[in-house]
């Protein structure tokens, strides 16, 4: 007899993005005039930068000639693109990080949590509160975790809470906890980690032997020239971090697909019998026999954002989001809303007025002018009481939503 994966059954059934959309659909089936804005999902919507189409369009053109057609491309990625991501993104920031440690992938989600794989069972694993979600659900899957409680904390996971009480950077916990998972600039608060917050999670890791999970997808966006992009800015990293990196979001490959994880040579945890492994040849290993490589034609797109006309794009992309970001939190000021984030990050993140809870501002926000966010309380039990407002549309959009909460939403 066939049996399943039983931890599956341990998840909360996709609650917060059905949730949304029933509501939403809800409403807009009983006021089919009103047109609805969605500041709720974490998609870019803007085209892709022209560098990365024309490379793109060159290398379908390669691939249908026989001379310079290209079969299964190596696991761990072509070297012309590890080697500009190691010059550009670590080493021109002083992070020593070579090529050989860069493994292209066709997504960070994916990476974060295929990572468990070469990880044992018995490790304690700590999270922030809120989180991204997939970080828990991969968890669970892979058997990690115990039940769930009706906050949605599952039995066995570390919570680390952040709140405004402590500028939405997690306190270095007392107890030791085995593999941390930080995400700066942060999806959901829009927070970043100065240099000192992060050299004390390397410090905390070096100590009690941990591994910090670092995810960086939104590293393009910090503006602030004292905030690190990557965890190898801090000395020490080498040796308990491993680094998430995506072109998702700073190059709007949502869509297209390409992601990389970088497993410096340096890095090891402990083998039952007691000895120090080098991670890198597991995930090495792991990759070459479940990845066969993304493939030539987005890593050509991808390996287009080093070139001097991609680096200008892509800056010019993020900026429009920034711009928005900056006009949602002027407006949500104005309107008399406490705003975190926006500023190093495409997510702003709101105090509900008046200690309404996140789904109660939701059904305030859907139904007095159209505008759909995300509720902080889907992102963990410390969201609660929070509200997530994505930058990730057109100007018209975000100008329109806030324009409307501005003049039509009372508090
Ligand atoms: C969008 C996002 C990513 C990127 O995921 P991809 O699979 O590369 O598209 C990674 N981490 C976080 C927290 C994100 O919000």
Request: glycine residues 8%.
């Amino acid at each position: 007899m066939a049996t399943i994966n039983d931890n599956y059954l341990k998840l909360k059934a996709g609650y917060l993005f059905p949730e949304i959309a029933r509501r939403v659909n809800t409403f807009a089936a009983d006021n089919p005039d009103a047109s609805i804005i969605r500041l709720g999902i974490g998609d870019v919507t803007e085209p892709l930068p022209a560098a990365c189409r024309q490379a793109m369009i060159q290398a379908v053109e390669e691939m249908g000639d026989r001379t310079t057609f290209k079969g299964y491309g190596p696991e761990q990625g072509y070297t012309w693109l590890r080697e500009k991501i190691a010059a550009q993104d670590f080493q021109a920031r002083g992070a020593d990080i070579d090529a050989s440690e860069i493994f292209i992938s066709d997504g960070s989600k994916c990476d974060t949590g295929n990572i468990l794989e070469i990880f044992g069972h018995n490790n304690t694993i700590a999270v922030t509160d809120p989180v991204y979600p997939v970080y828990v659900d991969t968890n669970v899957m892979a058997g990690n975790t115990g039940a769930v409680n009706d906050q949605g904390e599952y039995a066995g996971l570390v919570y680390l809470p952040i709140s405004a009480e402590n500028n939405f950077t997690a306190e270095i916990p007392s107890q030791k906890v085995d593999l941390i998972y930080l995400c700066f600039p942060n999806n959901p608060t829009g927070a970043v980690a100065t240099k000192a917050h992060l050299q004390a999670w390397v410090d905390y890791a070096k100590a009690n032997n941990s591994i910090i999970f670092f995810d960086a997808a939104y590293e393009a966006y910090i503006t602030d020239p004292n905030i690190p992009h990557s965890i190898y800015e801090i000395p020490g990293a080498r040796e308990v971090a491993i680094e998430f990196r995506s072109f998702s979001k700073n190059a709007g490959f949502t869509g297209t697909r390409c992601a990389l994880t970088v497993i410096p040579k340096t890095l090891t945890a402990k083998a039952a019998d007691g000895a120090d492994v080098e991670l890198w040849k597991l995930w090495n290993r792991r990759q070459s026999t479940k990845f066969n490589g993304v493939s030539y034609i987005v890593q050509k797109g991808a390996e287009a954002v080093y070139s001097a006309d991609g680096q200008s794009q892509i800056q010019t992309l993020v900026n429009f989001y920034l711009e928005n970001a900056k006009i949602i939190r002027q407006q949500l000021t104005t309107a008399g809303l406490q705003v975190y984030g926006g500023v190093n990050a495409p997510y702003v993140w709101v105090k509900t007025p008046n200690g309404i809870s996140s789904w109660e501002f939701f059904d305030k926000l859907l139904q007095t002018v159209n505008v759909v966010g995300t509720p902080g309380s889907g992102f963990g039990a410390a969201g609660e009481g929070y509200f997530r407002i994505s930058a990730f549309n057109s100007r018209e959009n975000v100008e329109t939503a806030m324009e409307r909460i501005t003049t039509r939403l009372s508090l």
